[in-house]
């Protein structure tokens, strides 16, 4: 079977796009770790389906997994692209909204440009079990122990679990260490995003993230939004923020508790394609 496939990025963040709005997803864990080999396969940070919406307030479902065939709550620069997806396609146009269904559910999208649309992602959640995260109470602050070494973190679900730390040298080769191990840390039921931020002033940040089932990549919308929000909730941000990425900056708004969280950035068409699917796992 020949698979056809849109390759995209969200500034460097990177995903293959399958059409599965009028067949069923095609691929097993084997063969989305296959199509993700970077030197045997396509290559991607996350792979994204998109199909019809099972919810009927909206429009279209889309399906995310990540390089390890593992399946994931949501994805701020793949939603990006499923709406340029979209707009190419005829289903969305210009300056409108849409509701679209990610694994954890809702998400508004509306296209500014061709290549460039905001997404409200939600209000973030700071529960520990909503997150999940073993804590006894929700904080600002949590100590955690990595590798022997105390870190302070913040913890917030943008759909997924993510870790928060802020350092003074996003270069440190300690984050190269780092990064794994608090990704799989046993106090996040679920795995975590790991992410790296150095506070620059009120509204500009940097940021590096290991995402859980892909490692490192050159940007996570997610992360983005989870390291304003961490910093929002400890007052040293201010309501709009520049996020920069090894890949590019993201802007983020959140007005605080009680108002969804918007992202904003670009999505870009990399090329078109055909995988030939190896056999199905037994």
Request: with cysteine.
């Amino acid at each position: 079977m020949q698979l056809r496939f849109s390759k995209m990025h969200g500034i460097g963040n990177d995903f293959v796009v399958l059409d599965c709005r009028q067949r069923a997803f095609p691929l097993d864990a084997v063969q989305i770790r296959a199509l993700a080999d970077r030197h045997t396969g396509v290559g991607f940070d996350q792979l994204l389906s998109i199909e019809p919406a099972r919810n009927p307030a909206c429009a279209f479902f889309y399906g995310i997994w990540n390089a390890d065939g593992s399946p994931s709550g949501q994805c701020g620069n793949g939603v990006r692209c499923v709406a340029a997806w979209l707009h190419r396609a005829g289903a969305l146009a210009l300056g409108h909204s849409v509701t679209i269904e990610s694994p954890s559910g809702p998400v508004t999208v509306r296209l500014l440009g061709a290549n460039e649309v905001t997404v409200d992602m939600g209000e973030p959640v700071f529960e520990p079990a909503r997150i999940p995260f073993a804590a006894d109470a929700t904080a600002d602050r949590y100590e955690i122990v990595v590798d022997d070494e105390r870190l302070d973190i913040g913890a917030v679900s943008m759909g997924n679990p993510h870790a928060v730390v802020v350092v003074e040298n996003l270069t440190a080769p300690a984050l190269q260490r780092l990064g794994p191990l608090l990704t799989n840390h046993p106090r996040f039921a679920q795995g975590a995003n790991a992410g790296f931020v150095q506070w620059l002033d009120r509204r500009h940040l940097r940021l590096r993230v290991h995402e859980r089932g892909a490692g490192w990549t050159r940007a996570c919308g997610t992360g983005a939004c989870a390291a304003m929000a961490v910093l929002h909730q400890r007052g040293d941000v201010d309501d709009a923020v520049a996020v920069e990425l090894p890949g590019g900056t993201l802007r983020i708004d959140w007005a605080g508790p009680g108002h969804t969280l918007w992202m904003t950035g670009p999505a870009a068409f990399a090329f078109e394609g055909e995988w030939p699917v190896p056999a199905a796992s037994t």
